[in-house]
């Protein structure tokens, strides 16, 4: 079992920016490949982005460009920096990780493990 927490979420105005992170105690996560989803109330959990246990990185056309996830191994941690944010931004923020060798990076089906949650709100 790998317990994720996320931080950094919060109240932020329109073209303003955050950064997301996500870590765990539990295990190294260089060997998972990482992603960020969000999801807003009475809609499916959406993909934001991912990064391969190889480096690759991944986005959804929504925030391509303003969007950049990398990962620390050596502090165990994944970030989602969050750049010219709008108000369609708005959600709860989740981090995921998930086997390399379990397909279809882009699909919550992918991942096995996942954090509580932290939400973003942007104002405009």
């Known amino acids: 079992q790998v317990q994720l927490v996320e931080s950094g979420g919060g109240l932020v105005q329109a073209g303003g920016s955050l950064r997301l992170s996500c870590t765990t105690s539990d295990r190294t996560l260089s060997v998972y490949d990482l992603g960020w989803f969000r999801q807003v109330p009475g809609k499916e959990r959406e993909f934001v982005a991912a990064?391969?246990?190889?480096?690759?990185?991944y986005y959804a056309d929504s925030v391509k460009g303003r969007f950049t996830i990398s990962r620390d191994s050596a502090k165990n941690t994944v970030y989602l920096q969050m750049n010219s944010l709008s108000p369609a931004d708005t959600a709860v923020y989740y981090c995921?990780?998930?086997?390399?060798?379990?397909?279809?990076?882009?699909?919550?089906?992918?991942?096995?493990?996942w954090g509580q949650g932290t939400q973003v709100t942007v104002s405009s």
């Open positions: 990064i391969s246990r190889n480096g690759g990185s």
């Open positions: 995921a990780a998930g086997h390399p060798s379990r397909p279809h990076i882009y699909s919550t089906r992918k991942y096995d493990y």
